[in-house]
């Protein structure tokens, strides 16, 4: 998606600079201005200008719920192990499926704002079919995201949904998938654009192809022309407050999660991803500093075989990467241009045998001179395999006094992410 959607950025009437005609909107009218001009202001709401809070309150937490495990081990040797503190909000209750909203209260890091459809109805699919854009059937996935109200979506059974074409979410919505096995695959992807509050749980992503466009209902009333999709897993344009845990992703024609156009308030935890190159895109374009407001906790998710780049590849923003597991890459695990903040903290690195992919970060279209003032920092790090981290900025960004807290260190990480991607849980049992 590099550039490609970013050819026009139009000026509008009211002297706000906003992306148009892309992202695969085939017409940019009223309807979408009004959605990006209040996405717009969403996201200014939700950018944290005290970002150190957010690190050393997940850091604490991480903290806290290890300490917690370690003495009170006897109590998680039954069915469930959570080893986490997103997972240990929910995962042991043998009342989920019950009480499914409470996982809403589970999100830490930068998306900690996001409720998804809490408070909503609760919408079961029923059907697997995707044969009408324009007028979705009743009991399908696409009829319930484009709904105006919150909602909590869940699925009556394991199903495999094959989208014709991207799904268009609308605001506050939850999609949870807990209880059954689905798969969204051999079609297009999700599409979350201009809209904000969503939570998606628990899904297997993978084999997202691109998808034709043409006239596709994007909420209960409107519809509108659009051109191709990109084949993005989950494409995040200009939205905020968003949540995606335990999704089991692979094998996507464009990314596997982008996050672009101002995007914020998002945290992508518990994710297992396999056998794809370009993984994880945030900002697309060197040239919309828009993107500096892009906030991205990045945690507990496993980076497993068969991947090459982009764990995530950053512009602009601040990029919280904490407590991950990188087993596998090909040729680096982070990467950026345009100066991007990265707090690289107790992720595991293992480098590749080949002696030239053992670094864990590159940097794009900058000469040494310019990158050596990007805030780039590696603290707790457990660097394997002659894995090594090329820091940059401040060296004593890590020792300020904004920053205090230390993550959990690398050690910890295959206890933290034991569980990552999609679970299998079932109604009455702990998951
Ligand atoms: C966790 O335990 C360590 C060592 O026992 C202690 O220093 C630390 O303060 C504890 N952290 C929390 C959040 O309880
Ligand atoms: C550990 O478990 C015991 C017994 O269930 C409980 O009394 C105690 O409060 C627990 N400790 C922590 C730190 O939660
Ligand atoms: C989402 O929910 C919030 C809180 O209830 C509300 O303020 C907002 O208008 C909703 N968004 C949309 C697009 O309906």
Redesign the pocket.
Known sequence: MEAVNMRLLVLIPFLVIVPAVTANIGDFDEVWQTRAEEARKAALQAYNPHPEKVTDNFN?KV??ST?HTRRNLSKFSGPCMATNPIDRCWRCRSDWASNRMKLADCVLGFGQQTTGGKGGKIYVVTDLSDNDMVNPKPGTLRHAVIQEEPLWIIFAHSMAIRLNEELIMTSNKTIDARGANVHIANGAGLTLQFVHNIIIHGLHIHDIKVGNGGLIRDSASHYGFRTRSDGDGISIFGATNIWIDHISMSNCADGLIDAIMASTAITISNCHFTHHNEVMLFGASDSFSGDAIMQITVTFNHFGQGLTQRMPRCRWGFFHVVNNDYTHWLMYAIGGSQHPTILSQGNRFIAPPDINCKEVTKRDYSPESVWKSWTWRSQGDLMMNGAFFVKSGDPNFDFSNKYVIRAKPGTFVTRLTRFSGALSCREGMPC
Request: zero cysteines.
């Open positions: 604490k903290h806290k300490n």
